[in-house]
């Protein structure tokens, strides 16, 4: 089975809800980046503290670990037994990721840091649309070097089937 797993994709995508599912399967610690990267007021780190904070976290035995975060994805993907990447439709991030802004607005997600309250942010929204011709060819080459155990969803059903089917091929890792 796979110790170490990341769960990566655009905003909206699911990465939290899947990692969640995907820790609570196999019994093992989640991770959350967001509640690990953002500070109250949505402050972010310095490089430094950020590095070291990676460097820390991918050092434990075991994880599931959600988020991009691109400057750091190719040193966690070097210690990953497996990644999932959610490959979902921009529409359909955009959708969520609106739906999350309007129903949570004011209260903080338990998958960030605490003092970083739902808001809309026209940049986040910007990015998500832009995710798919921007981040997305730089996560596919990556896993197309990636030597280990990787999986594509490219859809709701193809996440439920995988869920169905016991989570495969990453307990097979």
């Known amino acids: 089975m796979a110790r170490r797993i990341l769960v990566i994709g655009c ?25 690990c990267y953002w500070r109250p007021g949505w402050t972010a780190p310095s490089e430094a503290e950020w590095f070291d904070e990676i460097e ?12 991009n975060f691109s400057s750091t ?6 210690v990953a037994d ?15 990721v609106l739906r999350r ?12 840091a605490p003092g970083c309250p739902e808001r809309f942010d026209w940049a986040f929204l910007k990015w998500v649309w832009n995710y798919p011709t921007r981040s997305r060819p730089k996560t596919l080459d990556l896993l197309e070097t990636y030597p280990k155990s990787k999986i594509i ?19 097979a890792g």
Do not use: N, Q
């Open 11 to 35: 905003s909206g995508a699911g990465k939290s809800t899947l990692a969640r599912a995907i820790a609570d399967h196999y019994r093992l610690p989640l991770i959350h980046l967001d509640r």
């Open 56 to 67: 820390r976290l991918i050092a434990e035995p075991e994880w599931v670990m959600d988020g």
């Open 73 to 78: 994805m190719r040193r966690r993907a070097e």
């Open 82 to 96: 497996a990644i999932v990447f959610l490959d979902l439709p921009r529409r359909l991030c955009l959708l969520r």
């Open 101 to 112: 802004a309007v129903l949570g607005y004011g209260r903080t997600r338990d998958d960030v």
């Open 153 to 171: 969803l490219r859809s709701k059903g193809e996440i439920r089937r995988w869920i169905a089917a016991g989570f495969p091929p990453v307990a």
